[in-house]
């Protein structure tokens, strides 16, 4: 026989670099279902019923181009319940020159293919993953001697690389960035468009009924299921957006409103990072929109940005600093991760709202993330290695590439800074006034102490005099410690004992 060519669950792309110079008559292409993936971490069931039906659907449509595809089934007899395991059975039964595989998504997985070749006798190839804009190794060239790695340079450089935005040499409208136009707090009376919701198809009923039954001691809510699982579905969501959304995703990008999880953002993400999307298509149709005066400058380039800057920003950080990354916690934070991250049950209506439509949808957007669940778990010293496995479990866009330098670098500062310049810390009044939620919640925004108050207030102030010896030298936060060391004595010891009271009945729930 020829090549064994295993495709992952997150590489749902006809143009893989795994597929290309494939021999349909002696070539084997392997997907499989396995037990492991699903459990390492009791992922979300949405994401769980995501990724099994997206990889049926691709499987028959590799079929259906003549591919000799050999898809294993969770269910099947035999499955061993791991990757190793699945390609061992693989190789007994097809015998393969070599095992070409695309560069996987996560570290643990890097690790254990490149085990093979011994554990096998057969050769493996592990193939660029060239649906990202900048490789691993050329993130390394960008980082090597830089002090520091501000996303803002290493997006600038992207644009030029791949002429996106660009106009003779400069930036489209003379400006890299339109960031300070993005900031609109929520009015009423927005007319949000409803989001794509795709038809439950056979091959879906057959694995909701399937993760209704194996995975039903996970978190989140199956049903209602409409994710795109095919490429034409997750084509139609991205012409939707486009059409519907784009235009107002930078005014409102980082507005929140109580019973709209969707907003103006695209929902895009489940798509892109398993590959039913490209990033480099979603790009150039959105340049175009712009282009074609469908949607303004501050709009476009602010989705972009989130694109070819954080999306492949962050994916540079990981393998660059893998596996240590793994284990940083620069403010020694070791608090057990709240129950209310699970159940939802508390009297902070923002974080109650932000628990709930993760649990029903297995996506918060992004300012949900950082600045509610995140900016929360920051100032209540959440150890992250529990932060960073409830990421992983509750969305259906995460893997560790992505989901890491977001939870332990911007999120919760524990790399030190190599993502951000400072913690995106923050009091009650940012929710206030980028959100309806203090309108209906127990709690009074206004309050910085006593039982009605804000616990983001006193929380606030508390985590930046509990890490003032690793925080005060950071000289974006001088005018904050200027204020820290103007608080009396008084003022210090409420703000502590609210703080402590606070935590102290979470770590009873
Ligand atoms: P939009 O707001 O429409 O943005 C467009 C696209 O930009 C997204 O689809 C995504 O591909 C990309 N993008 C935007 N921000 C980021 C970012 N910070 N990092 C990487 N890509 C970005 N994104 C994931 O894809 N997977 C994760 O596991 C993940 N975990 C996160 C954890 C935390 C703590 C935070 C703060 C952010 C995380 N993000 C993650 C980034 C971001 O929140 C999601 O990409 C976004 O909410 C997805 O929704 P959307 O497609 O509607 O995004
Ligand atoms: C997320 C996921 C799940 C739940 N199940 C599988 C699976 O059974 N088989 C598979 O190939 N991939 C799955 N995935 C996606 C993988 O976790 C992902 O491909 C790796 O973590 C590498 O990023
Ligand atoms: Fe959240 Fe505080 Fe507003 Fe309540 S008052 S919704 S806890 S920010």
């Known amino acids: 026989m020829g090549a064994l060519r295993l495709i992952l669950g997150d590489q749902l792309s006809h143009n893989i670099s795994s597929l290309q110079d494939c021999a349909l008559d002696h070539d084997v292409v392997l997907i499989c279902e396995v037990r492991a993936e699903a459990t ?35 269910g099947d007899a035999d499955n061993t319940g791991s990757f190793k395991g699945e390609v061992e059975r693989a190789v007994e039964r097809h015998n393969p020159d070599i095992i070409i ?4 998504g996560e570290y643990r997985v890097l690790e254990d293919i490149q085990s093979w070749r011994k554990a096998f006798d057969v050769e493996v190839e592990i193939r660029p993953d060239d649906r990202f804009l900048c490789t691993p190794e050329e993130f390394r060239a960008w980082a090597d001697g830089r002090k520091q790695l501000r996303m803002e340079f290493f997006y600038r450089d992207m644009r030029r690389k791949h002429d996106i935005l660009m106009r003779e040499g400069e930036p489209e409208g003379g400006k890299w960035n339109y960031d300070v136009e993005n900031r609109k707090p929520p009015k009423t009376g927005l ?12 091959v879906t009923r057959e694995v909701l009924e399937l993760v209704a039954e194996q995975f039903c001691d996970h978190f989140g809510d199956l049903e209602p299921f409409h994710f795109a699982v095919t490429r034409a579905q997750a084509l139609y969501a991205l012409g939707k957006f486009v059409g519907e959304r784009l235009a107002r995703f930078g005014d409102y990008q980082d507005a929140m409103v109580e019973g709209e999880p969707w907003m103006y953002h695209s929902h895009l993400s489940f798509y892109l990072n398993c590959g039913l999307l490209d990033p480099l298509e979603i790009v150039r149709k959105t340049e175009q929109a712009y282009y074609d005066g469908l949607a303004p400058l501050n709009a476009v ?3 972009i940005r989130q694109i070819i800057g954080w999306r492949e920003y962050v994916r540079g950080i990981y393998w660059l600093k893998m596996p240590q990354y793994a284990n940083e916690n620069f403010l020694k934070a070791k608090r057990k991760l709240p129950r209310l991250f699970w159940s939802g049950e508390t009297h902070m209506n923002c974080l109650r709202q932000c628990v709930k439509e993760t649990r029903e949808n297995a996506y918060a957007h992004h ?14 010293g959440v150890d992250p290695k529990q932060v960073n496995e409830w990421y992983l479990i509750v969305y259906a866009d995460a893997y560790e590439w992505v989901e890491m330098p977001n939870v332990t670098g911007m999120i919760l500062f524990a790399d030190g800074g190599v993502v951000g310049s400072k913690p995106y810390a923050a009091g009650g009044n940012y929710i206030n006034k980028m959100s309806n939620y203090c309108e209906h919640c127990f709690y009074s925004v206004s309050k910085k102490n006593g039982p009605d108050a804000c616990p983001f207030n006193y929380l606030y102030w508390d ?8 925080l005060r030298s950071n000289p974006r936060l001088s005018l904050v410690y200027a204020s820290v060391s103007k608080m009396s004595k008084d003022e210090t010891r409420t703000t502590q004992e609210d703080a402590r009271r606070f935590i102290e009945a979470l770590d009873k729930t």
């Open 463 to 470: 985590f930046l005099i509990r890490n003032k010896d690793k």
């Open 301 to 303: 380039e602010g989705f």
């Open 40 to 74: 390492y971490v009791k992922h979300h069931k949405k994401k769980i019923a995501f990724a099994f039906s997206a990889m049926r659907h691709f499987a028959d449509e590799l079929g259906q181009q003549g591919y000799r595809v050999d898809y294993v089934k969770l």
């Open 101 to 104: 595989v695309t560069f996987p």
């Open 367 to 380: 300012i949900q993330r950082l600045m509610v669940l995140g900016n929360f778990a920051l100032l209540a």
């Open 191 to 202: 007319e949000l468009p409803r989001t794509y919701k795709a038809k439950v198809d056979p």
